[in-house]
């Protein structure tokens, strides 16, 4: 593979790209935000415990969005579940099973 043919996963900005745009591995343009969050010194003061702010923050909205995200797909599928009767027999099962050999 030559040098040229090797891309890293994340490009920095270039001359080209505006500000908050970076191009990706597989040639996207991907678009970033800031936020600004009003803290108490306290707040501050723990965050800086665990790194930079700014990473630690960042970690924290992607774990609190995978818990949101996790709570509905739960959600959803405990209401599927007592829509719908997905109880079979063993004999149903064996026989799905075979079908899917024979084939």
């Known amino acids: 593979m030559s040098r040229k043919d090797w ?22 343009f991907c678009m970033t935000s800031t936020i600004t969050v009003r803290l108490s ?7 800086q415990r665990y790194g930079k702010i700014s990473g ?7 774990l609190y969005l995978r818990n949101r995200t996790s709570k509905r797909v739960i959600s959803r ?15 149903d099962d064996l026989r799905l099973i075979r079908t899917d050999r024979e084939r």
Do not use: C, N
């Not at 405990?78 to 079979?88: D, N, R, S």
């Open 7 to 28: 891309a890293p996963e994340v490009l920095l900005p270039t001359d080209s790209l505006s500000k908050g745009f970076y191009l990706t591995h597989d040639k996207t």
């Open 77 to 91: 599928l405990k209401e599927l579940q007592k829509t719908e009767v997905t109880g079979t027999t063993i004999e």
């Open 56 to 62: 630690v923050v960042r970690e924290a909205l992607r």
């Open 41 to 47: 010194d306290k707040e501050r003061r723990e965050l």
